[in-house]
Every structure is written in structure tokens, then in C-alpha cells.
């Protein structure tokens, strides 16, 4: 039996100069990490003003211009809503007096279910279209026709009429009250989908809620007016809104952010999804960087490789192919004796089960995923891996399916990828030797440092600087009753702060003027 508890979690965000750095924390544990870039575009929601490029009958597709290097991909099943959607387009482009909202827009009959896509869309057409997956690998973005606009409680749906509840709300009564609630208040001629956290929202907040994802539409809308081709006319929102926005709850403890900026942005976004959480945030102004502080980092290079420990003793090794994932389990140096076999294996499984979802939600792994369990021989044994698998990726936000585990012990999932997998590399090029296996020694690196340090200092006259370092050579400037970066105040007459990262190689080294920007080392 598994016995399940409120799980407690926080949300990190921290913002470098190529992007945001977030991790979510479940129970003092990673299971969520990604990286928002600054310059990134084609996010999954993003919608664009496309060009058909081609039309490929064989394919029952077509391929759209976004922008991006290799067209993206609109399937004819993604085309359902097109005629009523190409109208308001056309009319919108051509700056014809029609209400932006779709009051009293007449809608245009759905596509035929089984047609073809050369029947319906031409080449050179302007299309919009949203992403439905980010380019992956040398595939361009996955497009839609059918558009849709994600608000917390609710997802709108232009061009449609229905209201349908998430399967996820079992309660008859509840779901009839959420129907009941978002038909009297839909907007003429937008669908609603009410999600699995409208359960128990009373008319108000899904109103507004509605009401915001109307305005957002909208606004979109009126600078399609003036847009040109491959021009993004609604943003989906940052990787760490659309975090809050999907997934907070009551069991959110903290969000901790170390930037102003972030700060100010996410309070703001709180404010109006979730005013009484404003008070979980808070700004990190700690000496430490925020993800060494909470030990993040450390969980990172130690979650990211191809070997994944478990807590017995036992680990898991990973492994891509172009295909597949495949995940072996092992038990390690846990005892083989005949008579102990079958618990040690159910043992260590249940811990490989725990793992293995945090592994797949946390690298965002998707396709087909093959698991080679340790071999039990009780068919019931196999059937508690296969409950814990299901309990353990409950909260997992992508679609996927768990095949029964075959006697060989082999366990098959199917996990949907909408993103680029999360992929770290935790063993490091040394920068100094290239990989050659030997560096450059510390004793040396040091005097490098100390160098630079004086030119800083004495040449340049820099004042209130920072140095960002490994941990071994942050400890080494630390050690004695005397330090060396007590030494370097005794000599320049100014504190040096000293940073610890164990993000950066233990031959790197950066300084950091009293704004917090890099300083140049020519």
C-alpha cells in the first residue's frame, strides 16, 4: 500500500545574464529544473503570424514559415477550427471594422474530419498559428490552427461555443456547479476548458480569470493589425509564470527569487492570480548564490549524470539512443543471498520507481522510455513497482502512458516531449588541460589569480569587487586565523568578497565590479 502526504513546495528562480535558472523543490527535493533564455522564442503557447511554405498532400500537411531556421509543421488535425479563423484573420489584416472579442462574428462551419489539407490551405497564405512543441533536435516547431489562451482556473477557446470540465474533477455535483458557473458567463463564440484547480472557485475568480484571457486575446489581435509575417503576436508566458500559473497551490511553501527585477515581475503576477500568496515570496540576498545556498546546485550535478545513486545503495544508469531511453536498474552492493533476493529486488525497485519519475519530469524526457527492473518473481511484486510508478508520477504536468510490467521485469512508458530534454553535463571539459586528464595546479591558479587581483586593484583603482570561485579554492583564500583574503584587505585597504560556485571549474575564475558585472581581463 502507498501511503501518500501533503508534499510542501518551493519554487527557485535565479536570473543570469543568459536567462533564468528555476528550480521547483518537492519535500527538500529537485524534481523540476529548467533554464528560460532570454533570447528564446518558439515557446510551447506562442502564437505567430505564419506563411505557408509548402503543402505536402502525401503528408496531409503543411509547412508554415515562423522565423525560425526550419519551417514548422501543421498537421491536418490541427486545422479544425481554420475556416472560421482565416475569416477573423482576413479581417483583422485588412482593418475591417469587426468586434476583436468575436461578438457577433459569424463562424464558419468546421473542417471535414477526414478531408485533405491542399483542399483547404494554399500556399503563400497568411496563417495564424501556435506552438504546440518547440523545436527539437533538427525539427522545427509543431503548429495549430486551434488556439488556445491559458489562464489559471480556465483555458479559452476562440471560436467555439462548448464548456467541458477536466476528467481530473470526479465530483458529479462540483462538475455540474463549474458548468452551470462558466456558461453564464462565457463569451459569445470562445469555448472554455475549466481546469483540474477550478475545483471549489466560486463565480468570481473564474470571471476574472476568464475575462483575463479574453483581454489577453484581445490585445493580440489588435497588433495583428499591423504585423508583418513571421511576427510573434501573443507571448505565452515566462517558464516560471507559467510554473505558478499551472501548478500553485496551497502546498506552496516559498518562491525564492535573487533579482529585483524577477522580484517585482512575479509579485505583480501573484497579485493577480493569487493575492494571498504574495507573502511566500521572497528575495534573496544572501552572500551565497541562491541555488548553492538552498543546495540546488549540488543536486544538480548530482541528478544530471549518467549514473543516478539511490538511496540503499543501489543506482540507476542512463542511457539515449536516437530511439528510445532506456533506464537499467541495479542493485548495487545490496545483499544476493537466494532466500533475500525477492525483497532486496522489491526494495530497491520501489526506490528506482521514486527516481525514475523525478528523472523523467525533471530532464523532461519523452518518447519511449524502457526500464529494466531488478527480476522479481511475484507477479504481486510487479504490481506494486507498477502502483508506485503511477502514484510517484501523478503530478507529472505532460501526458504519458505506463504499459504493465512484462515478466522480464521491463516496464515501457510513453511520455509526450513538447521542449528540448533538459540535459546537463555533470562531468566537466577541464578548461585548462581540454580533457587531457591533467590541470593546471591549484598553487598555480591561485598565483593567476593574485596577479589579476593586483593589476584590479592597483592599476585600475577598482573598489567593492567580487571574486567568483570554485569551493576548493574558495576554502583555500579562506583557511587560517590570517586568511589570504584577510591578507589582500591588510594590503589594499579594501575587502574583497569571495563567492563560492560550484557550477564553474576548479581552474575558473571570474571578477565582479561593485554593480555585479564581469570585469574584463584583458
Known amino acids: 500500500m502507498i501511503l501518500s502526504h501533503t508534499l510542501s513546495n518551493e519554487l527557485y528562480i535565479s536570473t543570469t545574464q543568459k536567462g533564468d535558472r528555476i528550480a521547483l523543490v518537492q519535500d527538500k527535493r529537485l524534481i523540476e529544473y529548467h533554464f528560460d533564455e532570454t533570447e528564446h522564442q518558439f ?175 484581445e490585445a493580440g489581435m489588435k497588433a495583428l ?115 533475500d533476493q525477492e525483497s532486496t529486488a522489491l526494495a530497491v525497485n520501489l526506490e528506482a520507481a521514486k527516481e525514475l519519475a523525478r528523472q523523467l519530469r525533471m530532464r523532461d524526457m519523452g518518447g519511449i522510455i524502457v526500464v529494466d527492473f531488478i527480476d522479481m518473481k511475484k507477479s504481486e511484486n510487479r504490481r506494486i513497482i507498477q502502483d508506485a510508478i503511477k502514484e510517484e508520477m501523478k503530478g507529472d504536468r505532460s501526458k504519458y502512458t505506463i504499459l504493465p510490467i512484462s515478466k522480464f521485469g521491463l516496464l515501457q512508458i510513453t511520455r509526450q516531449r513538447v521542449r528540448p530534454e533538459m540535459n546537463i553535463v555533470t562531468r566537466e571539459t577541464c578548461p585548462t588541460c581540454g580533457g587531457t586528464g591533467s590541470i593546471q595546479a591549484s598553487i598555480v591558479v591561485t598565483d593567476v589569480i593574485e596577479n589579476n587581483l593586483d593589476y584590479i586593484l592597483s592599476k585600475q583603482n577598482e573598489r567593492g569587487i567580487s571574486v567568483v570561485l570554485h569551493p576548493f579554492i574558495y576554502a583555500y583564500y579562506r583557511e587560517g586565523i590570517i586568511s589570504k583574503q584577510m591578507q589582500w584587505f591588510l594590503k589594499y585597504k579594501t575587502w574583497v568578497k569571495l563567492i563560492k560556485d560550484s557550477s564553474i571549474g576548479i581552474t575558473e575564475f571570474h571578477f565582479l565590479n561593485k554593480l555585479g558585472d564581469e570585469i574584463e581581463i584583458g
Open 43 to 217: 515557446a510551447v503557447g506562442d502564437i505567430y503570424l505564419g506563411v505557408v511554405k509548402k503543402v505536402v498532400q502525401g503528408n496531409n500537411a503543411a509547412f508554415v514559415d515562423v522565423g525560425y531556421d526550419k519551417d514548422g509543421f501543421l498537421h491536418y488535425n490541427e486545422i479544425i477550427s481554420y475556416n472560421s479563423l482565416n475569416k477573423f484573420v482576413k479581417d483583422v489584416i485588412a482593418k475591417r471594422p469587426i468586434n476583436l472579442r468575436l461578438k457577433n462574428f459569424k463562424m464558419e462551419p468546421e473542417i471535414e474530419k477526414f478531408g485533405k489539407i491542399n483542399d483547404v490551405i494554399t500556399k503563400n497564405t497568411p496563417v495564424l498559428v501556435q506552438v504546440v512543441k518547440e523545436p527539437i533536435s533538427t525539427k522545427g516547431p509543431r503548429l495549430s490552427c486551434d488556439i488556445s489562451i491559458a489562464g489559471r482556473n480556465v483555458v479559452l477557446v476562440p471560436f467555439g461555443n462548448s464548456v467541458n470540465i477536466s476528467k481530473k474533477i470526479t465530483n458529479k455535483q462540483e462538475r455540474q456547479r463549474l458548468h452551470k458557473m462558466v456558461s453564464s458567463v462565457k463569451p459569445e463564440n470562445f469555448a472554455v476548458i475549466v481546469r483540474t484547480v477550478a475545483e471549489g472557485k466560486d463565480m468570481e475568480e473564474l470571471s476574472r480569470d476568464i475575462e483575463f484571457c479574453v483581454e489577453k486575446w
Open 225 to 339: 493589425r499591423d504585423a508583418k509575417p513571421r511576427d510573434r503576436i501573443i507571448s505565452e508566458m515566462d517558464r516560471a509564470s507559467s510554473i505558478l500559473r499551472d501548478m500553485l497551490n496551497d502546498d506552496f511553501d516559498n518562491i525564492y527569487v535573487d533579482s529585483k527585477e524577477s522580484f517585482d515581475g512575479i509579485k505583480s503576477f501573484l497579485h493577480t492570480i493569487a493575492p494571498d500568496k504574495e507573502k511566500i515570496l521572497k528575495l534573496h540576498t544572501g552572500k551565497n548564490k541562491l541555488f548553492e545556498q538552498f543546495g540546488i546546485e549540488k543536486q544538480i550535478k548530482s541528478l544530471f549524470g549518467r549514473s543516478v545513486s539511490l538511496p540503499s545503495g543501489g543506482y540507476l544508469i542512463i542511457e539515449h539512443t536516437e530511439a528510445l531511453h532506456v533506464v537499467d536498474v541495479n542493485s548495487g552492493n545490496k545483499s544476493t543471498q537466494e532466500e
